[in-house]
């Protein structure tokens, strides 16, 4: 009989698991992505896999669950080094744009996820609207230190950024869209720092 497997080995099979179907649901897309390449691409046996997840769409709701917290993280921790509260709304967009920058970048994962399988997938559906109801929390509350009233077009304007970095490859959509933030801050009375980075 086997040995049991310990806690840590759970920990690390499902750590495991997690990178590498988040790695190749990103690159791949979700359906193009079947068990039988996951379970090579992870080095596990399909049976450890579906006792860590029942089913795929289990898998795919506990990958974007991880991939918000990360990245929802890296961004509070990029707006916490900038002190100024204007200054703090525009590295918003500084931010988006080194993401959008990155190697392998292929828009946002949880629009990617609802738009292959949400209505059919109410999970993963939740998941993602999960993801931009916390994101658009995270922004109403840094644009309200500034101005309150810019808060919804400020989050459209980094949703927008977003898709049009995704589906265009365009970088410097992030640019755009601060110095659409910056005029709009500027138009409220909240800010007035010159233009540029």
Same mark, same amino acid.
């Given at each position: 009989?086997?040995?049991? $497997?310990?806690?840590?080995?759970?920990?690390?099979? /499902?750590?495991?698991? +997690? =990178?590498?179907?988040?790695?190749?649901? !990103? &690159?791949?897309? $979700?359906? *193009?992505? #079947?068990m039988d390449e996951l379970r090579?691409?992870? @080095?596990l046996p399909l049976k450890r %896999? !579906? /006792?860590?997840?029942?089913?795929?769409?289990?898998? $795919?709701?506990?990958?974007?669950?991880?991939?918000? &917290?990360?990245?929802?993280?890296?961004?509070?921790?990029?707006?916490?080094?900038?002190? =100024?509260? /204007?200054?703090?709304?525009?590295? +918003?967009? =500084?931010? +988006? #744009?080194?993401?959008?920058?990155?190697?392998?970048? &292929?828009?946002?994962?949880?629009?990617?996820?609802?738009?292959?399988?949400?209505?059919? *997938?109410?999970? $993963?559906?939740?998941?993602?609207?999960?993801?931009?109801?916390?994101?658009?929390?995270?922004?109403?509350?840094?644009?309200?230190?500034?101005?309150?009233?810019?808060?919804?077009?400020? !989050?459209?304007?980094?949703? #927008?950024? %977003?898709?049009? *970095?995704?589906?265009?490859?365009?970088?410097?959509?992030?640019? &755009?869209?601060?110095? @659409?933030?910056?005029? +709009?801050?500027?138009?409220? @009375?909240?800010?007035?720092?010159?233009?540029?980075?």
């Amino acid at each position: 009989m086997p040995a049991a $497997i310990t806690e840590e080995q759970h920990a690390r099979h /499902r750590r495991t698991l +997690l =990178d590498v179907a988040e790695d190749l649901f !990103y &690159r791949q897309g $979700i359906q *193009a992505v #079947g068990m039988d390449e996951l379970r090579a691409a992870a @080095g596990l046996p399909l049976k450890r %896999i !579906y /006792r860590l997840y029942p089913t795929k769409e289990a898998l $795919i709701v506990a990958m974007l669950e991880r991939r918000d &917290r990360r990245w929802r993280g890296s961004l509070a921790a990029h707006l916490d080094a900038v002190a =100024d509260p /204007r200054e703090r709304v525009l590295a +918003l967009f =500084d931010w +988006l #744009g080194a993401w959008f920058a990155e190697p392998g970048f &292929r828009g946002c994962a949880w629009v990617n996820a609802h738009g292959e399988l949400g209505p059919s *997938a109410p999970a $993963i559906a939740e998941a993602a609207r999960s993801h931009k109801r916390a994101f658009h929390a995270q922004v109403v509350e840094l644009v309200a230190a500034v101005d309150a009233s810019a808060a919804e077009p400020v !989050y459209l304007l980094a949703e #927008g950024a %977003i898709v049009v *970095a995704g589906v265009h490859g365009d970088p410097a959509a992030a640019a &755009r869209a601060r110095d @659409g933030a910056r005029a +709009l801050l500027a138009a409220s @009375g909240g800010a007035d720092a010159p233009a540029g980075r």
